[in-house]
């Protein structure tokens, strides 16, 4: 719906869109509520780990994506957040970051390291 002139004339269009509260920072941290797994959609299949989460910050509940394989996660566990587009899992819209609070990175991990939250070790020959 197009504003009208006299709505303009009182007040103009702002040009940098407005941010939300879910915008203003990139991760943020928040407690377990409860571990289940999740079936994706139709052409793929496997049980995905989720958690439900609280936010400390705001009163919300979020569904999350815990990354890797295994993990070491329990009710009441900390856990730092951030907003990724899980395409094949119904309502979820975050992933757990590893390596950080409670949730450990992936052990005897050889690829993609830092995404896992794994140190690289240094070989000796």
Not at 7 to 22: A, I, N, T, W
Not at 36 to 51: D, E, F, H, L, V
Not at 63 to 68: A, D, E, M, S, Y
């Amino acid at each position: 719906m197009m504003s009208r002139l006299s709505q303009l004339l009182r007040k103009q269009r702002s040009l940098e869109p407005r941010k939300s509260q879910d915008d203003s920072k990139p991760q943020k941290r928040g407690v377990c509520l409860r571990l289940t797994t999740m079936s994706p959609k139709k052409p793929n299949s496997a049980n995905r780990r989720i958690a439900r989460i609280s936010l400390m910050q705001q009163k919300k509940k979020l569904i999350i994506k815990i990354p890797g394989e295994g993990h070491n996660l329990v009710q009441h566990s900390m856990i730092l957040v951030r907003k990724a587009g899980i395409r094949d899992l119904i309502g979820v819209q975050h992933v757990g970051i590893r390596g950080k609070y409670d949730l450990f990175g992936v052990t005897n991990r050889k690829t993609s390291k830092s995404k896992y939250g794994v140190k690289a070790t240094t070989q000796l020959k």
